[in-house]
């Protein structure tokens, strides 16, 4: 079955009792027990299973090839339960240039649990394989990467952590599923902020790890996920589904208009870079042509004269959002290093993009507009 087809389908039939075509969102939070103990649906407790989440978590499985998936109440959370399935000792790569909650999850709340991490430039994999040691038990992939959009050869980084014991976990968020596959490529774990494309209206929160197969770092997970409790509320399950059923054709256009927009703005005198997988001297383009189905809707740009120029185009955009955020059908522009704290790397001049469904015609205009320093 193709991937739009599982997006509208998996996990999801009219249901039984009334022939609602679209599924009831189930608020009980306790199910009922038979006469002999059991429980004939197999839900007992909204915080270990529902039926909204049950759906979500089929559908999402079906769409990135895995065997389960275990829905959580926002990326920061997903994220934080596949570290948590570390012990104390076990050391994580990851990223120079990952989401900056991944990272500050590490360094603020992993390190006090004893765990370790490097983060290293994965544009090379061979900075991946430097920084492994003796106890390296988590590869983490974020790519393409943000906000600087570098990108990782999933393929070879999984094979090095695989190489050496460890687990390879793929932050899937920017891509989604329909562009990219992390778990067919090798990866074990694949990773989303549902709050971005895959809920796709910036109306509702949410995360979900996808494990390749189900084994005891799985359980862990599960058990971080019924236990731990940062589990989505049912119509925060239905919300996330709801926007599923049309990411395939979202992901078409906010891949042709990010392209579009990108093709522009590398022309531009203002603009000194422009970061998109999709342009041909992009130095990740190779690798991303041949993982990825498209380039994704989102880029930055570097503008020329500094810090100051670009709060200009920020504070001049009229159909352009100023705000945090992506994947919702309205186009956002963020000054990055100012969200990202005092730890930032990210250069000052730079402005991250997130295109949206708007016509591609008034979003350049727009940034035309925008660019004209007087
Ligand atoms: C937004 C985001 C997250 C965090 O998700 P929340 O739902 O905000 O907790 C993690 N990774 C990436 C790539 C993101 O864009």
């Not at 189930?26 to 007992?44: K, V």
């Not at 952590?161 to 968020?173: M, S």
């Not at 709050?195 to 109306?203: A, F, I, N, R, V």
Request: include cysteine; charge should be negative.
């Amino acid at each position: 079955m193709k991937l739009e087809t599982m997006a509208i389908h998996m996990g999801q039939t009219p249901d039984p009792t009334t022939g609602a075509v679209i599924p009831p969102i189930h608020l009980s939070t306790t199910f009922e027990r038979a006469e002999d103990g059991s429980f004939p649906q197999g839900y007992i407790y909204t915080r270990l299973g529902n039926p909204n989440r049950t759906m979500l978590e089929e559908c999402l499985a079906a769409l990135e090839g895995g065997a389960e998936c275990a829905a959580f109440s926002s990326g920061q959370a997903a994220a934080m339960s596949v570290f948590q399935t570390l012990r104390p000792g076990d050391h994580v790569v990851a990223p120079d240039d990952a989401y900056h909650g991944v990272t500050r999850l590490l360094r603020e709340l992993m390190t006090t649990w004893g765990v370790e991490y490097t983060l290293v430039d994965m544009n090379d994999p061979a900075n991946v394989q430097a920084a492994l040691r003796p106890n390296t038990r988590l590869v983490w992939m974020e790519t393409p990467s943000n906000p600087l959009l570098k990108v990782a050869d999933i393929a070879a980084v999984a094979a090095i952590a695989h190489a050496a014991g460890a687990l390879c976990a793929v932050d899937n968020t920017w891509a989604t599923p329909i562009l990219q596959r992390p778990l067919d490529l090798g990866a074990d774990l694949v990773i989303h902020a549902t709050t971005k494309y895959l809920g796709g209206h910036s109306d509702v929160l949410g995360g979900a790890v996808i494990g390749r197969e189900v084994g005891p770092v799985w359980e862990r997970l599960r058990f971080l996920q019924a236990n731990g409790g940062a589990v989505p509320s049912p119509f925060d399950c239905w919300l996330i589904l709801r926007g599923v059923r049309t990411l395939a054709y979202r992901m078409r256009a906010h891949c042709a208009h990010a392209s579009q927009i990108a093709g522009f703005l590398a022309q531009h005198p203002q603009i000194e870079a422009v970061h998109y997988p999709g342009l041909p001297d992009h130095p990740g383009h190779g690798v991303a042509a041949r993982q990825m189905r498209d380039f994704g809707g989102m880029l930055s740009i570097q503008v020329r004269g500094g810090e100051a120029a670009a709060m200009r185009v920020a504070a001049r955009v009229k159909i352009f959002t100023r705000a945090t955020s992506l994947g919702g059908a309205e186009s956002l522009i963020e000054h990055r290093a100012s969200v990202e704290g005092p730890h930032s790397t990210t250069p000052a001049n730079l402005l991250r993009l997130a295109v949206g469904l708007e016509h591609p015609d008034d979003l350049l205009a727009d940034l035309e507009q925008a660019l004209v320093f007087d």
